[in-house]
């Protein structure tokens, strides 16, 4: 499992990454948040990203979840 800290706008959040054992999917966590999102690699990024924006909107504004969206995936994308 891997963790990386994001910078929020006043905040900094901790991230936990979970690949299965066949590297298709992620379970991305932010324990604080008690939130979770199952990132599928079989979906493209464009295709997910508005269920994940979706997912995060619930913790921050639109913009933010739309930031902090492109930020997951551009680490995920740099593990792989």
Same mark, same amino acid.
Do not use: T
């Given at each position: ?7 929020? =706008? +006043?905040?900094? /959040?901790? /991230? %936990?990454?979970? #690949?299965? $054992?066949? =590297?298709? +999917?992620?379970? /991305?966590?932010? @324990?604080? *948040?008690? *939130?979770?999102?199952?990132? $599928? %690699? +079989?979906?493209?990024? #464009?295709? #997910? =990203? @508005? ?5 995060? &909107?619930?913790?921050? +504004?639109?913009? #933010? ?7 997951? %995936?551009?680490?995920? &994308?740099?593990? =792989?």
């Amino acid at each position: 499992m891997n963790h990386r800290a994001f910078d929020l =706008k +006043n905040d900094s /959040v901790q /991230v %936990y990454f979970c #690949e299965n $054992d066949l =590297k298709d +999917n992620c379970i /991305v966590a932010v @324990p604080q *948040w008690n *939130w979770c999102f199952l990132m $599928d %690699y +079989n979906i493209s990024f #464009e295709d #997910e =990203k @508005p269920m994940l924006i979706k997912a995060l &909107s619930r913790k921050l +504004n639109h913009q #933010e979840a739309e930031d902090l969206a492109d930020k997951l %995936y551009n680490f995920i &994308s740099g593990q =792989k």
